[in-house]
Structure formats: C-alpha cells, structure tokens
C-alpha cells in the first residue's frame, strides 16, 4: 500500500509539474499553433447571386500566430445552401408540362435541388491587442489567395431517372471555379484560462471562376463563361491552442 501511495504522488507530482510549467500568456504574446473549427453564414453577390440565395458554410483551418502577433494561416470552407434561383427552368427541357421528371420505370421521379461547393484559401494577417484579457487577444484581419469552385448539386431519390445519371447529370449542375481572395475581420480571443479561445468576424470573399463544363444541356449550348462570385457575411470558430511548454532548468552538482 505504501509503495501505491508512493507512486501516485509521484505521479501527481509530475502532472502538476507539467502543467505549471506552461507558458503563461496573461502577460506576454506567445507564439500559438491552433486547429479550429468554423461556421458562417453568408450572403452572396455578382453573378453567383443569379444562381443562389444565402447559404452556410462549415470548416477548420490551421494558423500560427508568432510572439510579435503576426499570423499565418491555411483554411477549407465547404459551402451547402438549399436556395436554387430558377430553380424550375434548370430542368425544363427533360421536364413535362406538368413541371415533373419521368423515371426509367415511367413514373415521376422525386428530386431535388441543392448548392455544393467549397473555397480553400492561404492567408496573412496581424493581431492587434487594443482589447482582451491579453497581448494575444484583440482586433483580427487576415487576407489572402485561394480557390473556390461550386455547382447545383441534383439528387433523384433511389436513382431511377437515367436521364440524371453520370454525364447526363453534368450537363445539368453548371460545375464552376477558378481564383479567388477573401479577407477576414474581426475579434479574436485567447483565454488566460487556455479554455475559452474564439474568433468571430466579418468575411469577405471574391472569386473569378468560369464554366467546367463545356455544354449545357438544358440550354443546349456550348459554355465559355467568365464570372465574377462574391459571398459576404458572418464567421464564428473555436480553436484549440498548441501552448508550448515554459524551458525548465536543471543543476547538477
């Protein structure tokens, strides 16, 4: 039993130990490496508005903040929205009168409609620490370059219409993309608890894509088209700061 007890004030010893020799960040800026997970909701403008209302995104991104406040920072955005503009002329040449699509089996088919797509972008920005609880908190802005792509994602329950199957099917979804920028403002904040740490903002992204497909069914015309996409709104994320360890000394006699 004494050698138990031993043993786990050993242990205990070498996690307090641990712990109390991290870095404090109250009162200085550390270098910080953080994984975090995102959300935003966004509006969209320029010619992508003509295809889709508002949509979400989800994501992470990866980013090293230095000691003097400089950031550096990869990140993924998959774009998922529901809100198809004209949405009942996207089909209509395989469409009945009667507005609906017949399967393989000559009955209606049940479909649906979606907006699928994702941005991916390298990005720089700076820290300034005029609020916060301390020196590695404060006003955020990064920008940088990226790529973006999206199209009309076409689902037909249990797969039974052959005329959206395979390539029959993009010709129908209008697959674009091409190079993009985007640039975020806001707050970030880093807890001197370590616990609460999140950033919270304003995005902005530009995009000029064009057309992957080279025909378009349902107007049944080659495509060659440039674009202009833009998507602005809110961007909230929680991440998980990489603190490293405070150096310890050791004397030897």
């Not at 004494?2 to 130990?17: E, G, P, Q």
């Not at 088209?225 to 991440?239: H, I, N, P, R, V």
């Amino acid at each position: 039993m004494a050698s138990f007890r031993n043993l786990l004030f050993a242990a205990l010893s070498v996690l307090w130990l641990g712990s109390s020799a991290q870095i404090d960040i109250s009162d200085s800026s550390v270098v910080v490496p953080m994984f975090s997970a995102a959300f935003g909701y966004q509006v969209p403008g320029g010619d992508i508005a003509d295809r889709y209302g508002n949509n979400a995104t989800i994501g992470g991104d990866f980013k090293v903040k230095t000691s003097s406040n400089w950031v550096f920072g990869v990140d993924f955005n998959y774009i998922f929205g529901e809100d198809i503009k004209n949405r009942d002329q996207r089909l209509s040449i395989i469409r009945t009168d009667l507005g609906e699509i017949i399967d393989g089996e000559g009955v209606y088919a049940s479909w649906q409609m979606f907006e699928r797509g994702f941005y991916s972008t390298f990005r720089v920005g700076k820290i300034f620490p005029v609020i916060g609880p301390n020196l590695n908190s404060g006003i955020i802005f990064m920008a940088g370059p990226g790529y973006m792509q999206h199209k009309t994602r076409i689902e037909v329950e249990f797969n039974t219409a052959p005329q959206l199957k395979g390539d029959y099917k993009r010709g129908y979804d209008k697959l674009t993309g091409g190079f993009t920028a985007a640039a975020f403002l806001g707050y970030i904040h880093m807890s001197n608890s370590k616990i609460v740490n999140f950033y919270v903002g304003l995005e902005f992204v530009q995009a000029w894509t064009k057309d992957y497909r080279e025909y378009n069914f349902n107007e049944m015309q080659y495509t060659n088209g440039q674009y202009s996409d833009m998507l602005f709104g809110l961007k909230a994320g929680w991440f998980l700061p990489l603190h490293k360890r405070a150096p310890r000394d050791f004397y030897y006699k």
